[in-house]
């Protein structure tokens, strides 16, 4: 059975709340509720955001404490991340999770002042205090897979990779797609492009810029084409869909994903990054009393990163099966060690 992370289903929107009287009973929990701050291209980008949101939501749901959850606006600065875990502090939010390394700085400044609370940061283990978890993955694994997978699903013996702005964790996804991709075919053509250069730009929450690039590569030969790209990958998915070749989504299983229904049938998996998974296991933990604290790291032997199968599609492809399977064997087992440049 092909590797796959567990899908925590993504729903709903805006702020939300609810009664804290199982914690309250529990003993252990005396904080408000979760507080989760989105990263660019917010709530709705059926991508990175919205997987943090799903575990937000479970740990809401099943341990009945409250939560509150808030967009980030355009062209913000460090101070507006500050002012807004501050917010969530002040309000007694715990745990609060900054969604992105962005928050690096923001996280630094506020953990510090309010050291009661546990602090969560995603894609980002620069910040070490005892009140701060570094939230992690092995990003290149799972692209490692995708790697396998479209080499495996190509008829052109030629791939595309887009990432949504060049900075060395996407670098991560791009050198683990490369090395799977040439695991199968070491002469395999790979078109590679970053949508910009700056978050700033737009590169994580463009679908326009992401579509361009789709189609440049398509046009150019491409037959798969896997992305990194935040929201803007929603216009990667589209274009390739429209073109009738084969996608590739990430960190969410993008096949599930109801914005991007229509399109659905040409995604052919998805390289996942078990955020809701490690945002609802910071949330339990502190909970019980117990809070997370250090780099915590996803990888394919935890279930932290993986490979979506929900195509149908995909299934009955057996040899791309049995490839990726092994793919994920292999690295587990430590037979194979994937780049991250």
Known sequence: MTATVIALAAAGCGESSSSSSTAEASGKYSGKGIGLAYDIGGKGDQSFNDAA???????????KIGGRDVEPSDNESTADKVQR????????????????FVYAPAVKEVSAKYPKITFGIIDDDTVQSKNVADLVFHE?????????????????????????????????????FT??????????????QYLTQTAQEGGFSSPDKGEDAANGQIEAGADVVYHAAGLSGQGVIKAAAQHKVWAIGVDSDQYRQSA???????????????????VYELAKSVYQ?????????????????????????????????????????????GKVTVNTK
């Open 140 to 176: 290149e694994q799972s692209s490692y897979l995708a790697g396998v997978a479209a080499a495996k699903a190509t008829k052109k013996n030629h791939i595309g990779f887009i990432g949504g702005v060049d900075i060395p964790l996407i670098h991560k996804f791009e050198a683990g």
């Open 289 to 333: 009393g117990k809070p997370l604290s250090g780099t915590v790291r996803g990888s394919l032997a935890n279930d932290g990163v993986g490979f979506a199968d929900s195509n149908p599609k995909y299934q009955a492809m057996k040899d791309v099966v049995g490839a990726v399977d092994k793919a994920r064997q292999d690295i587990v087992n």
């Open 179 to 192: 090395q799977g991709a040439k695991s199968v075919n070491p002469g395999i053509k790979i078109e590679s």
């Open 53 to 63: 949101f799903s575990g937000f939501q479970k740990a809401e749901q099943e341990f």
């Open 85 to 100: 875990l501050e917010q969530l502090a002040k309000a007694g939010y715990n745990p609060i999770v900054g969604v992105g």
């Open 260 to 278: 991007l229904g229509q399109y659905k049938d040409w995604i052919l998996g998805s390289a996942l990054k078990n955020v809701g998974g490690a």
